[in-house]
């Protein structure tokens, strides 16, 4: 049923394997690009207009310590990829702060943690682990759509992008990561 959904994420996670060590992309409706820049930790000022890879070596090669946050607008979302580390996202506070209307977040780590959260209104809807999802607390809806995509299978990183497509209507694509951000340096915390 969302076979064509999944295969179009491992391709294009294929095509960026850079981003297969670590991240969190969080989808943000009903906000704005200062906000969203500011719920993150930074400061719109400081904001510099970069690509995908050149944001990743400056944190790894230049800037190491220094974590960085890519905006970009996709119609009314706005979407904030966090390669290498991508932790900030995911957490409660910056999801409730930037969930003006919505906020999806998938995150993974390369020391293992994964997860997908869904904001409304500022608020967790829902929360999935996707190392070992259970459908305990999620809308039938999305359990049904969970169950179909087959995130209990060990590869889930292109089925949890797939998900965010789902719930959000937005879609990754080679030229949308080919495209230049908003980036933010920021200093771990």
């Known amino acids: 049923m969302y076979g064509e959904v999944v295969a179009h994420y ?4 294929e095509s960026w394997p850079q981003l297969n060590e670590g991240m ?18 930074g400061d ?10 050149e944001a990743i070596d400056v944190v790894l090669v230049e800037r190491p310590g220094m974590d960085t946050v890519l905006v970009r607008e996709v119609g009314e979302w706005i979407v904030v990829i966090e390669p290498v580390s991508g932790y900030r996202g995911e957490s409660a506070p910056v999801l409730h702060a930037v969930a003006g209307v919505r906020a999806v977040n998938v995150f993974w780590s390369i020391a293992g943690p994964a997860t997908f959260t869904v904001a409304v209104a500022g608020e967790t809807a829902f929360w999935l682990d996707l190392n070992n999802p259970s459908d305990d607390g999620l809308p039938v809806g999305v359990v049904q759509v969970v169950e179909a995509l087959e995130l209990g299978d060990q590869d889930w990183y292109a089925p949890a992008l797939a998900l965010a ?3 959000t209507g937005v879609r990754l694509t080679d030229e949308f990561l080919a ?11």
């Open 165 to 167: 497509e789902i719930l």
């Open 44 to 53: 719109p000022a400081d904001a510099a207009i970069r690509a995908i890879d």
């Open 24 to 41: 969190g992309v969080t989808y943000v409706e009903g906000s704005n690009r200062e906000a969203v820049l500011r719920a993150f930790g």
């Open 179 to 189: 495209g230049t951000f908003t980036v933010l340096l920021l200093a771990k915390e």
């Open 10 to 13: 491992a391709a294009l996670l």
